[in-house]
């Protein structure tokens, strides 16, 4: 039996719909949405927010490797 997750995504999937999603990338480069550049600056953006989020991970890490074996970051900074 298959799940109602599963029914769902055989519904939506993009298969079959080939001409309707070209006619929408052409109505927008009507408008002047450049698709290249749009998704240009998404991975862009998206790059830099995992490139802050994993240095601020090291920057933690590194903190809580210099703390005493035992100390927990509440009792640090208590002193």
Do not use: C, I, K
């Amino acid at each position: 039996m298959r799940s109602p997750t599963t029914a769902r995504y055989r519904r939506t999937r993009v298969r079959g719909h080939y001409a309707d999603a070209r006619q929408v990338l052409s109505d927008l480069q009507a408008l002047g949405v450049d698709y290249r550049d749009v998704t240009s600056v998404l991975e862009n953006n998206g790059l830099a927010a995992f490139d802050a989020s994993w240095q601020e991970l090291g920057d933690q890490l590194a903190v809580a490797l210099r703390r005493p074996a035992g100390r927990s970051a509440r009792e640090e900074s208590r002193t």
